[in-house]
């Protein structure tokens, strides 16, 4: 039973365009979220999170998104960039010290 | 700071072998993670440390799993005897922060294992 989804395996955009990155969850209790990034051979690196008291939160190019009525949160990239292309894993906890909870990971192409 | 420190990074051994995977932590940090990366259930907790004590260990797959933090400097992973669906990714990362910024989690590179 998957608490985080990442329904789409993979995603190309043009580079200078949007990406958007999806991923919902299904436990009400969490409420702090997280993107990773990972390159090949590398562990995963910490993007952006965001905390359920916001439904947005933006650092640089990158910008998360909380529904939490919808229990969804996107990632949004502008402009991308080739140096984009990474798997990125949309993560959740609820703030009680709990470990978190990955999704599968969407594999995004930044075709030049 | 040379970050999450692990070894080796890649690991081919035959089914029924010990494995031994080990991972220093960025000096400082109280939380140690493992956890194993797959195409068909993506990243997982197999289990995490806090001030090298063990707090959860439901994510470790069989008894076949074993984890030990003898110190605050390093920890492994062992898997006996080992079996061709071990095969995967290990990922250890450290933090140092409880509450919400515990989730921070750094990331070391990883360890194929391989296991025919």
């Known amino acids: 039973d998957q608490q985080v989804k990442q329904n789409s395996p993979s995603l190309s955009v043009q580079e200078g365009r949007i990406s958007i990155l999806n991923c919902d969850y299904t436990?009400?209790?969490?409420?702090?979220f997280l993107w990773y990034k990972k390159y090949p051979a590398e562990g995963p690196t910490f993007l952006i999170s965001i905390s359920s008291i916001k439904d947005k939160n933006e650092d640089g190019r990158f910008t998360v998104f909380l529904n939490k009525s919808a229990k969804h949160l996107s990632l949004h990239i502008v402009p991308s960039q080739p140096g984009d292309s990474a798997v990125y894993f949309c993560a959740a906890s609820d703030s009680g010290n709990t470990p978190l909870v990955f999704g599968k990971g969407t594999r995004l192409s930044v075709i030049a | 700071d040379a970050g999450v420190i692990q070894s080796p990074r890649h690991e081919v051994t035959e089914m029924g072998q010990e494995v031994t995977l080990r991972c220093k932590p960025i000096s400082g940090h109280d939380y140690l993670f493992w956890y194993r990366q797959t195409m068909m259930r993506g990243l997982e907790l197999l289990i995490y440390?806090?001030?090298?004590?063990?707090?959860?260990d439901s994510g470790m797959p069989e008894d076949r799993f074993s984890a030990k933090m003898p110190n605050a400097s390093f920890s492994t992973l062992k898997i006996q005897p080992s079996e061709p669906r071990d095969s995967a990714v290990y990922f250890c990362?450290?933090?140092?922060?409880?509450?919400?910024?515990?989730?921070?989690?750094?990331f070391g590179p990883g360890t194929r294992l391989t296991v025919l």
């Open positions: 990362a450290s933090t140092p922060l409880a509450g919400a910024g515990y989730n921070e989690q750094f």
């Open positions: 436990n009400s209790m969490f409420d702090y």
């Open positions: 440390f806090n001030n090298n004590v063990p707090i959860d």
